[in-house]
């Protein structure tokens, strides 16, 4: 937008004072060219007259009534527009954003650490060779047998209870009302059953031995390797958050270097913004020569405490 802003001229106070002059004449001239007519108009009543309508002549001047109306709304709007313009300034400047001209620093990659994963027990059995393993198979099916025959309510516990509740007569009825005796004849006795119990007792606690032998080496191999990974994770891990805290104080001072310099900038900013706030707000309406005349005579008709500048 055109302006007459300059450091020299009218102040705000003085064009707004102007500006509101110049309505006031305008309104009058308005109101001086307001309801001409070409004649008047008398009406008689009963022998006296009245005015219908007033009759009001286009005045000797009216061209130059009308030039000064002209004159003074384009004064008016002269002065309207550079007021205008000057808030609008002012307006802008006090909105216009900090816009930082540093480029953001670009955030380092962090160093991730790759860590191996424990181990389960299939791990473990996997690390047994193939004789260990079948010997394992072996030893665990004699185990599981044997224990299946003499553990509670196996058959060789099933013996050893009925065993003393044989009775050595039994009687079957063979018709009604009439028995016949069974001859019960033991073939075992409790010491056979006892010693058939000792001995195949020992035999499960010899391959039980064995089985849990191997069971106990599989979790030892697990947890020596699950240990050794556990350290080996530990010393990587150590190693990625030193070299990540030398990434972590580096990015520290980039972020303090970068939020140092955009502060000294937007103070920058801030001051210049000032300073073109003051500038802007010191501004006068440089009048154009062809509204100084009327703007002279208004002025002069100012208080003394709004000179012109």
Request: proline share 4%.
């Amino acid at each position: 937008m055109k302006t007459s802003l300059a450091v020299k001229g009218l102040s705000l106070s003085q064009a707004q004072s102007i500006s509101n002059m110049c309505y006031q004449r305008a309104m009058e001239i308005t109101n001086t060219l307001n309801g001409i007519n070409n004649a008047t108009r008398i009406v008689t009543v009963n022998g006296k007259d009245y005015d219908k309508v007033v009759g009001k002549r286009i005045p000797a001047n009216v061209a130059d009534l009308i030039i000064e109306k002209a004159k003074l709304h384009a004064t008016q709007g002269f002065l309207m527009t550079n007021i205008k313009a000057k808030d609008q300034l002012l307006t802008d400047l006090k909105k216009l954003p900090f816009v930082s001209a540093i480029d953001v620093p670009v955030k380092p990659d962090f160093i991730q650490v790759k860590t191996r994963a424990a181990v389960d027990e299939s791990w473990g059995w996997d690390q047994l060779s193939m004789a260990e393993m079948c010997e394992f198979i072996e030893q665990e099916a004699y185990a599981a047998h044997i224990g299946q025959f003499i553990h509670k309510d196996s058959p060789l516990d099933m013996l050893r209870r009925e065993l003393p509740l044989i009775k050595t007569l039994e009687w079957m009825e063979v018709e009604i009302g009439k028995k016949t005796p069974i001859k019960v004849t033991p073939h075992h006795t409790s010491a056979e059953l006892l010693a058939h119990h000792e001995t195949l007792a020992t035999m499960h606690r010899t391959h039980e031995m064995r089985v849990n032998y191997f069971k106990a080496k599989v979790k030892n191999l697990v947890t020596e390797e699950n240990a050794s990974i556990a350290k080996e994770n530990g010393i990587e891990q150590a190693k990625v958050n030193a070299e990540n805290n030398i990434l972590h104080e580096q990015w520290n001072g980039i972020t303090k270097a970068y939020q140092d310099a955009v502060s000294q900038e937007r103070q920058e900013f801030e001051s210049k913004r000032q300073e073109d706030i003051k500038e802007t707000a010191a501004l006068r309406i440089d009048v154009d020569p062809r509204f100084q005349a009327l703007v002279d005579e208004f002025l002069a008709k100012l208080a003394p405490a709004e000179p012109k500048a």
